[in-house]
Nanobody, 124 residues
Framework: QVQLLESGGGLVQAGGSLRLSCAVS????????MGWFRQAPGKEREIVAG????????YYLDSVKGRFTISRDNAKNTVYLQMNTLKPEDTAIYYC?????????????????WGQGTQVTVSS
């Protein structure tokens, strides 16, 4: 079993930055890929960024490319999402997710474990 705990959300003005962290605990001896998802009110959950086990492969939603950066520190069992130049449309609950294996996926139903989510609110 794997447990995920997000932190770093909050309220920020448009143009500002936040850094989300996701601490992974439990069966961390096996390889796992990670994803950051978000869900805004009335909208479906969507992937924002994904990263493979090695950290060498990443994926970004088109609307966040050039603004968000996903990274991981396997020694610390932690995954990060650096969010710069935030926009009001980035407002959502952000979730980290883990799946067994080395490759990330882009669909929520392909992830096995989820955190409780952290609220990100960007004011205009």
């Amino acid at each position: 079993q794997v447990q995920l705990l997000e932190s770093g959300g909050g309220l920020v003005q448009a143009g500002g930055s936040l850094r989300l962290s996701c601490a992974v605990s439990g069966r961390t001896s096996s390889s796992y890929a990670m994803g950051w998802f978000r869900q805004a009110p009335g909208k479906e959950r969507e992937i924002v960024a994904g990263i493979g086990w090695s950290g060498r492969t990443t994926y970004y939603l088109d609307s966040v490319k050039g603004r968000f950066t996903i990274s991981r520190d396997n020694a610390k069992n932690t995954v990060y999402l650096q969010m710069n130049t935030l926009k009001p449309e980035d407002t959502a609950i952000y979730y980290c997710a883990a799946r067994s294996g080395v490759a990330y996926r882009t669909l929520a139903n392909e992830y096995d474990y989820w955190g409780q989510g952290t609220q990100v609110t960007v004011s205009s």
